[in-house]
């Protein structure tokens, strides 16, 4: 097994989760090999960065395309916050119930494809390199409260995302630089409409 570093004060549940990780990545993709001894930075940093940017943390939230657990998983293990982790593949979500199992994360796997999921609607919804902006606007239409945020964290050279997105919807958008790598872009989007 690939040595991961760990930040010595990263809780125990999230050096629990790393190690499950770690042990189902050989038999499932779940992170490529050569991200491996960047795990904690390239992903789990990656992802925990988020709960800077909330000025309240939210009672539930909905993550899209959860995969291995970033960020809605990353997010429910250190913050608390009840994450719904929507993933279809059915070997991800295996891995993810299983992570929340070893965990205590509060979460609930809903193993279906985004537009197919009932759950009722979240202040925040997450995504992290799963789709164009345009698509995930789409998903989180119907997942998003009125008064909700979607974070979204994308890479850099999202402007033509954002234009493509711009003639199908209004919203509000705000470009936030990651604190975790020079290629990133958090998007934080709120007023979402279909014109």
């Not at 992170?31 to 539930?60: E, F, M, Y």
């Not at 197919?116 to 789409?138: F, I, M, Q």
Request: with cysteine; net charge positive; proline share 7%.
């Amino acid at each position: 097994m690939p040595h991961v570093p760990v930040p010595p004060d990263a809780s125990p549940a999230l050096q629990r989760y790393v190690a499950l990780l770690l042990r189902w990545n050989r038999a499932i993709n779940l992170v490529g090999a050569r991200d491996l001894p960047a795990l904690w930075t390239r992903h789990i940093a990656d992802s925990l960065q988020l709960g800077a940017l909330w000025n309240k943390p939210p009672k539930r939230a909905i993550d899209l395309g959860s995969g291995a657990g970033f960020p809605g998983l990353v997010l429910a293990i250190h913050y608390g916050i009840h994450f719904d982790l929507l993933e279809q593949d059915q070997g991800k979500a295996a891995f993810l119930r299983e992570a929340a199992r070893v965990t205590g994360a509060p979460v609930t796997v809903v193993a279906t494809k985004i537009e197919d999921a009932v759950v009722p609607r979240a202040k925040l919804v997450t995504a992290r390199g799963l789709a164009p902006l345009s698509r995930l606007l789409g998903y989180a239409e119907n997942l998003l409260t009125p008064d909700g945020e979607c974070l979204f964290l994308k890479s850099r050279g999202v402007e033509s995302e954002i234009a493509e997105a711009a003639r199908a919807w209004t919203m509000r958008i705000e470009q936030l630089p990651s604190r975790t790598g020079g290629n990133g872009v958090i998007l934080r989007v709120s007023g979402i409409a279909r014109m």
